[in-house]
């Protein structure tokens, strides 16, 4: 486990979870929000970002968690050894995005970008996850079987299969 992406929803856990495996496996993590997104919460330049996930990609060891512009996704999946796909029902990523907001009131979100709107960020989520099911489905997972031959593909289903998966990497 050298380049592991980590993706899934909105609310689905992924910078939870990137933190505990980078702090448990010594690589670094690059959360894709802080490429995607200026401080203010506007997006970067393409280009901007093109160049920092590159550098990043062709490194030697890495954690991205996040999902960015759909090319430079697949470019991610290619390169990595590992994949960990957080795909948990639609009921439970609309909480954790609510929850998120709720709690992000007291407490900045894990993941989040330094000085983005908590309100402009949970309605992108809100936003994000209506057109979910357009992109995270069956073709997609046969899709992500095929990418992820001579890779590991681990794929997390409930919050239950969430924290099995955390504590074997915490031990």
Known sequence: MRKVAIFGKPGSGKSTLSKQLAGAIGLPLYPLDAIVYQAN???V??????QAHNKIITSDAWIIDGFGPMGAFFQRLESADTLIYIDFPYPVSY????????KGWFVKPEGWPEGSSLFKGTWQSIQT??????FWNHDFLEKLQGIATGKQLIVIRSVSELK????????
Do not use: Q, Y
């Open 41 to 43: 919460g506007d997006l």
């Open 45 to 50: 330049a393409r280009e901007i970002f093109d």
């Open 95 to 102: 909480w954790f995005v609510i929850k998120r907001f709720l």
């Open 129 to 134: 996850l209506r057109l979910c099911p357009k």
């Open 164 to 171: 099995r998966f955390i504590s074997t990497i915490n031990v």
